[in-house]
């Protein structure tokens, strides 16, 4: 007897983008999920080139300050000489801006947040262009655990999933991330010990996660390994979706002359923030 798969690939969690179900399956069970063939090569080099053309203009000074921060960075200093971030990326970057409105995009993430979504343009940084390479100008080459939840735990605007469009593959060679399938579903506490010493506040809530059932063990504060932690890595063009709640690190690359450059942003399904309520930063990962 024949037995159709349809449009699964052959590496686990990574899913064709016609293929719902798959999709929606895994996200659920692991927290995250790889789509491939949601754009094509050419948008790709499109949003490469304007990124990185937008990453020059920071650097030059060309950019308003909302452009460029140090809000993310282990040495503010570098960021004279070298950004490893734009933020608001959409804004000046045509191509990103399509991608990340994309029906194909939102029809996936409706299936996964529910139909009330909105896209995260007004919380944090809106979409970021982010470029992790390890040379010694770069001040931001790789994050120790957390979730994504734990940066503004007292907010209403969880949950919410995160994209990451790859513009460049990931490997031991240039970096890549860290997951622990499952994490998502555990109410996570929110970080009162971190490493960076930075005060949570009152307003924060307990716990974050899909379930309200605690932790097994406790999630470390930099880079230890973690049981049943696995890599994902990625193809040049592949959109990696994790759920806010997901325990995730990146680990540096250990070729120095490599670059890992990727977008970044999230849809969310909660309370929207009013305008002027301000965006919750907690910086509590290990740099
Ligand atoms: O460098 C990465 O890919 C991970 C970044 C990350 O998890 C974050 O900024 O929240
Ligand atoms: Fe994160």
Redesign the pocket.
Known sequence: MEVAIVGVLDESGVFDASDLNGIRWYYQMHGYAVVRGLFSDGHFARMESECVAAQTRVVAGDLPERYGSTK?IDDPAKAEKFANYVEHVTEVAPSVHEAVTDEKLLGILKQLLGDDLWFGDIVQSGVVY?D?RPGRESGYTR?GW?S?WQASPSMDIWPATSFTLHIDETSPCNGF?RVVPGSHLWATPAPYRNVNNIAVPDTARPAGGRTLTPPPFPMPLAFEKVRGEVAVYAERGDVLLHDCYLW?S?TRATDDHATRR?L?GSYFAGAKPTPEHESEFIKNAAR
Do not use: P
């Open positions: 993310y982010q992790a994050i957390h994504d991330l995730h990146a990727h970044r």
